[in-house]
């Protein structure tokens, strides 16, 4: 039987109410033990009541509101009693020692939502999108975060799951009539199913570049000549004095990073090292990072100086570094000081045809909002399809994309059915383990012990 565990929901430090959370077979008991009002053991549940809290030594500790939560009815399954108290450090320390003493242990990180995945209330993606929603910063991140907890990426692999059981139950009648000219499913068809399954195996694994990205924040690198201005322009995205600025060229040596949000997402900005010829040592590290940064990038902002326009030819060098998925900004600098129209015409000569061109001066601000809304329309992503964002997911699926492609050479190359269903087999067990619900043993032993080699 599983212990009783308690911990403050609500973030450390020093709140108008924190919240503890108790929950296991005992909860309702121990929680009666250091409370003075009505017995909670004989209240329904799904109801909030007024009370004292006592503490280690039964001393009144604070007048508290305890919520019932009666199993199954709670989000860990288990019977479950919130606690808000006034979020004194003091009073929220002593809660925890009060409800320790009386039988409850300490809960480990991601415990209450361990239990509600192990009580069946919640699939393990859905589990894992609670982290996801707890750390969102943006409505992007949140948006996606929702989608997984209301079981998004779980209907994806359940519909891969039934094609895969459905190529696997063709197999295996072909099989039964291999003997007998009976032509059961073709190949073709059974090509048909493998190839959908490895497109949108496919296409769920590269959903996880744009969107770990909008979790963690969308990578822009801000390249250009010493003095163009990055960094005041990251101070100035930022709304802080994070990266020196100075008139000296070459100030700015290691990456910078911040993020910010701008709309629904979140932007992780890298001011670099200005991009010149030198001798320093040090410098020309800090460069090679500016490259290494500039790769990194999912939108590469070139920012140019209209009082000291760049080389046609340095133009040329950073354009033949940006690959196809990257999307390319020009922004001119320095409009405070004189009018760009003629510079930008010259830069746009040198530039891909549809790369946006922005005037602004990182001085004044003037300019800035138009370069917002330049890179969040450069981001919207692909309509409403599923995202991946979790790491252990997309290892998963960079998995299961292996097998299928296996079993589509296999089925190109007329392989026998036997070899076939291993891979198949494989790939289900990639994508099983995303969503924690291994195909039951008894399911998967009516299907491949026909499979056996040898046959
Ligand atoms: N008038 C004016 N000056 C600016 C503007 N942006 C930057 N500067 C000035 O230009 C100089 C260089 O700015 P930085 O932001 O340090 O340039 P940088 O591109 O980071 O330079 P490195 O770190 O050397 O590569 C500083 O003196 C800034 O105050 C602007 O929009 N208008
Ligand atoms: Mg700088």
């Known amino acids: 039987m599983s212990s009783t565990v308690c911990a403050v929901s609500t973030p450390p430090g020093v709140g108008g109410i924190a919240v503890a959370r108790v929950s296991g077979p005992d909860a309702f008991r121990i929680v009666n033990k250091i409370w003075k009002g009505k017995s909670l053991e004989k209240c329904d549940s799904h109801t909030a009541h007024l009370g004292t809290i006592l503490d280690s030594e039964s001393r009144p500790l604070d007048q508290a509101v305890v919520t019932l939560f009666r199993a199954p009815r709670s989000f860990t399954g288990e019977d479950t009693v919130e606690i808000s108290v006034h979020g004194s450090t003091y009073v929220q320390r002593e809660l925890l020692n009060s409800l320790i003493n009386s039988g409850a242990s300490l809960a480990q990180p991601g415990e209450f939502t361990r239990r509600a995945y192990l009580s069946g209330n919640l699939g393990l993606t859905e589990a894992e999108a609670v982290a996801d929603i707890i750390a969102s910063t943006s409505r992007a991140a949140h948006s996606i975060a929702m989608n997984q907890m209301r079981g998004s990426v779980s209907k994806k692999l359940e519909k891969l799951h039934d094609q895969l059981l459905e190529l696997a139950s063709l197999l295996e009648l072909e099989l039964d009539f291999s003997e007998e000219d009976v032509e059961f499913a073709s190949r073709e068809k059974l090509m048909t199913i493998a190839r959908d399954i490895q497109f949108e195996v496919n296409r769920l694994y590269r959903s996880f570049a744009s969107g770990n990205a909008i979790k963690n924040g969308i990578p822009v690198a801000l390249i250009g000549q010493t003095n163009a201005g990055k960094s005041s322009l990251l101070n100035t995205l930022i709304g802080d ?215």
Do not use: W
């Open 241 to 455: 004095q994070k990266a020196i600025v100075s008139n000296i060229h070459g100030t700015t040596r290691d990456v910078i990073e911040d993020t910010c949000e701008i709309g629904d997402y979140l932007f992780r900005f890298m001011d670099t090292a200005g991009l010149r010829d030198t001798t320093d040592e040090i410098e020309a590290i800090g460069i090679s990072r500016s490259h290494q940064a500039m790769k990194k990038a999912q939108i590469v902002i070139l920012l140019t100086d209209v009082t000291s326009p760049m080389p046609q030819e340095k133009v040329a060098e950073i354009i033949e570094q940006i690959s196809p998925d990257q999307k390319l900004i020009a922004a001119v600098n320095k409009t405070d000081l004189a009018l760009p129209d003629e510079y930008i015409a010259e830069l746009r000569s040198q530039l891909p045809a549809d790369t946006p061109v922005i005037p602004l001066s990182a001085a004044t601000g003037e300019g800035i909002d138009n370069l917002c809304l330049i890179i969040t329309t450069l981001v919207t992503p692909e309509s409403q399809q599923v995202t991946i964002t979790n790491a252990r997911h997309a290892e998963a699926l960079h998995n299961a994309s292996d097998s299928i492609t296996r079993v589509i050479t296999a089925l190109e190359s007329n392989l026998s059915g036997d070899l076939i269903a291993l891979d198949i087999r494989e790939t289900l067990s990639h994508l099983s383990s995303i969503s924690g619900n291994i195909t039951s043993e008894d399911i998967l032993q009516s299907i491949f012990s026909r499979f056996c080699i040898g046959k």
